[in-house]
């Protein structure tokens, strides 16, 4: 089992950023592919960013392209999402997941393990 716990969300003006991180805790000797996803109120959750074990790897969204970059520290067992040029669309709750696969991946059925999400919200 791996745990998965989100921080560093909070309120952000448009066109400011912020850096959230998925701190993994548990069975984290294994090579875990991570993703970061989002849910606006009324609307499912869409794939934001991926990033494959080694860090060598990653994939966006289009519609954060340029705007958000993802990471990771195996040392620490924590991934990264920082987010810069922030947009009212930008507002949700963001989760991280962990993925068994080698590689990175955009759909929800790719990953295995979930965080409980951190809320982002546009303050303008």
């Known amino acids: 089992q791996v745990q998965l716990v989100e921080s560093g969300g909070g309120l952000v003006q448009a066109g400011g950023s912020l850096r959230l991180s998925c701190a993994a805790s548990?069975?984290?000797?294994?090579?875990?592919?991570m993703g970061w996803f989002r849910q606006a109120p009324g609307k499912e959750r869409e794939f934001v960013a991926a990033?494959?074990?080694?860090?060598?790897?990653?994939i966006y969204a289009d519609s954060v392209k340029g705007r958000f970059t993802i990471s990771r520290d195996n040392a620490k067992n924590t991934v990264y999402l920082q987010m810069n040029s922030l947009k009212p669309d930008d507002t949700a709750v963001y989760s991280c997941a962990a993925s068994l696969g080698s590689y990175v991946y955009t759909k929800i059925y790719d990953y295995t393990y979930w965080g409980q999400g951190t809320q982002v919200t546009d303050s303008s």
């Open positions: 548990g069975r984290t000797s294994g090579s875990y592919a």
């Open positions: 990033i494959n074990w080694s860090g060598g790897y990653t």
